[in-house]
C-alpha cells in the first residue's frame, strides 16, 4: 500500500508540472498503468459481493484522489487533434472515471456507516439503497440511465410487446381464449433431446447462410458448439452462451421443451448474437483500453436486438416462431419495470407479485424466481430490453436515410466491439 501511495502521489506530481496540452499516448499509457495498480474489482452480479469488496478508507482515497486528478488532466487533452480510435479511448477514460468516482463516493458513506452486516433481503434495506441501486443500473445499463426514466421504459416496452403478441393472434383467427389453449397444445412441444438438438442444428446451418448478407465477416467466426446444459442451476434461463468453450448450452432437463423457443434462443446465443459478437471482437483491431473493459449493457443488447431480425433472417418461419420471441421478451419487458420497483421504489414481493400477474397471468413460479433473481443481481436484467431497444431505434433511424444497407450498418455497429450506448451513438453516424 506505501509503494501504491508513493506511486500514485509520483502521478499526481507530474501533472502539476505537465504542459497545459499533454500528449495523449503518454497520458492513456499512465491511465492503463495506474489503474492496473488500484487493483479495483470487477463488478459480480451480486449487489452483496460488490459491497463486500469495498476496501478499506485509504484505498477509497488513493482511487479518489487517482480518478479526480484524472478528470482534471482530461481536460487538458485537444481532443480534435486525436483519431477517431483516440477519442474513442479519451471518452472511455472519461466515462470510467465518473462511473469510479460516483462509486468511490458511496464507499465513503458505507465505511462511515460501520454496517456490521449486509443484508440480503435486497437493496431497498440498505441505508443509501435508492443510491446504490442508480449507482448499479448505469454500471450495468449505461451511464444516461435513470431509475424514472427506466421504469417509464419498461412499461412501453410492455406495451409494444402485448400490441405484436395480439396481431399474432388476431392473425390466427382465434378468440383469445381458443388461441391460448391452442399454443398450449402438445404438438408445440419437443419431449426428448434428441429432437431438440437436431432443431437447433438445422436452424445453425440455415442462419450461417443468410446471416453473411447482413452481417460482416461471418465466414471468419469459429465454429459454433451446441450442447445440452447439464448444471440444473442454470435453469432459470432457457439457454447460456460460454465464451470460453465457444458453446451455447439449452436447458431442457425432462419437462417439454417448448418448440417456440428455439428460433430466438439460437439468434440470441448463436450466430448472429453471442457467438458471433464476442468472437467477431476477439478478430477486430481494438486498442488496449477498448479491451480492458466490458459492457454488458451492449454485450446482452445487442444479442437481444438480433432476436428483432428473425423474420429477415428467415428464422421465424411462421408467426409462431416469433411469438416465441414476443413471450420471452414480454418477461423481460416485466422485469424492466419490477427491477425498478422493487430496487428504487421500495415494492414489496407481494406489489411486485401483483404487477406481474397484472401482464402475465398463470405463471407466478417465473415471477417468485425473477423477483428473488432481480432482489440479488439489481439491474442486471435491464441490460437486455435497454439495448435492444437502442440498437433498434439506431436502425429504424438510419433506415430513413437514402442507401441504407442493413450490413453497413451493423459493421458500423460492430467495428468497436462492446461500448457504452450514450458513447458509441456518436461513432456510428446516425445524423
Not at 451455447?248 to 439460437?266: E, G, H, L, M, S
Request: net charge neutral; proline share 3%; hydrophobic share 35%.
Amino acid at each position: 500500500m506505501k509503494n501504491l501511495l508513493i506511486t500514485i502521489i509520483g502521478f499526481l506530481m507530474l501533472s502539476c508540472t505537465s504542459q497545459k496540452t499533454e500528449k495523449w499516448t503518454n497520458f492513456k499509457s499512465k491511465f492503463i498503468e495506474e489503474y492496473n495498480c488500484l487493483n479495483i474489482p470487477p463488478l459480480q452480479l451480486s449487489y452483496q459481493q460488490n459491497i463486500k469488496g469495498i476496501k478499506d478508507l485509504d484505498s477509497i482515497n488513493i482511487q479518489n484522489a487517482f480518478f479526480v486528478n484524472i478528470k482534471e488532466r482530461l481536460s487538458t487533452i485537444d481532443v480534435n487533434n486525436l483519431s477517431i480510435k483516440e477519442q474513442l479511448d479519451y471518452d472511455l477514460i472519461q466515462y470510467e472515471t465518473d462511473l469510479n468516482l460516483e462509486r468511490l463516493h458511496l464507499e465513503k458513506q458505507w465505511k462511515s456507516a460501520i454496517a456490521d452486516s449486509i443484508s440480503s433481503r435486497g437493496l431497498s434495506t440498505l441505508k443509501n439503497g435508492k443510491e446504490w441501486y442508480t449507482y448499479f443500473l448505469k454500471k450495468w445499463v449505461d451511464k444516461e440511465a435513470t431509475p424514472d426514466k427506466i421504469y417509464a421504459f419498461g412499461l412501453k416496452e410492455i406495451d409494444r410487446v402485448k400490441r405484436n403478441m395480439k396481431s399474432i393472434q388476431m392473425q390466427s383467427r382465434m378468440d383469445s381464449s381458443t388461441f391460448q389453449k391452442y399454443i398450449r397444445s402438445p404438438h408445440f412441444y419437443f419431449t426428448d433431446v434428441d429432437s431438440i438438438q437436431l432443431a437447433f442444428e438445422k436452424l445453425k446451418t440455415e442462419i450461417g447462410t443468410t446471416a453473411s448478407l447482413y452481417f460482416p465477416d461471418v465466414d471468419k467466426i469459429s465454429p459454433l458448439i451446441i450442447k445440452k446444459g447439464t448444471e440444473k442451476r442454470m435453469a432459470i434461463a432457457p439457454a447460456y452462451y460460454m465464451d470460453t468453450q465457444q458453446t451455447f448450452y439449452y436447458n431442457y432437463f425432462d419437462t417439454p421443451y417448448n418448440k417456440r423457443q428455439i428460433a430466438w434462443i439460437y439468434l440470441h446465443e448463436g450466430v448472429p448474437g453471442h457467438h458471433y459478437q464476442i468472437d467477431l471482437e476477439k478478430k477486430t483491431n481494438r486498442t488496449a483500453l477498448q479491451k480492458k473493459f466490458e459492457y454488458y449493457g451492449f454485450i446482452e443488447g445487442y444479442a437481444a436486438y438480433v432476436e428483432e431480425l428473425g423474420v429477415t433472417l428467415g428464422a421465424y418461419k411462421t408467426m409462431y416462431d416469433e411469438l416465441g420471441k414476443w413471450e420471452w421478451d414480454l418477461i423481460r419487458s416485466v422485469r424492466v419495470s419490477m427491477d425498478v420497483g422493487l430496487n428504487y421504489y421500495n415494492w414489496t414481493d407481494e406489489e411486485a407479485l401483483l404487477f406481474w400477474q397484472k401482464h402475465i397471468p398463470g405463471q407466478d413460479n417465473i415471477a417468485q424466481r425473477e423477483i428473488a433473481r432481480m432482489k440479488r443481481w439489481p439491474a442486471q436484467v435491464v441490460t437486455y430490453k435497454y439495448g435492444g431497444s437502442k440498437i433498434l431505434e439506431w436502425k429504424e433511424k438510419a433506415e430513413k436515410k437514402e442507401g441504407f444497407s442493413l450490413l453497413n450498418f451493423h459493421e458500423k455497429l460492430l467495428q468497436f466491439g462492446n461500448t457504452p450506448f450514450s458513447i458509441l451513438e456518436k461513432y456510428i453516424d446516425l445524423e
